[in-house]
């Protein structure tokens, strides 16, 4: 199953991906610039465009 494993540049960063890689082997690592804990609520448009764009390629 594909996985977007998103990370903020303030915060977790590359690190979510490289945890996800332990239990999936389809994943698509993202780090949200110039963001931190609250990354939905920090970056709305990134978020929305990086979840359609990888919605997009798995269909």
Sequence with gaps: MPVLANGASGSLG?????????????????VVRDSGHWIY??????MTDM?????????
């Design 14 to 30: 590359s690190s979510v991906a490289k945890q996800v890689r332990h239990y999936a082997t389809q994943v698509t690592p993202a």
């Design 51 to 59: 979840l359609l764009h990888f919605l997009g390629e798995h269909r």
């Design 41 to 46: 609520e920090e970056r709305p448009e990134d």
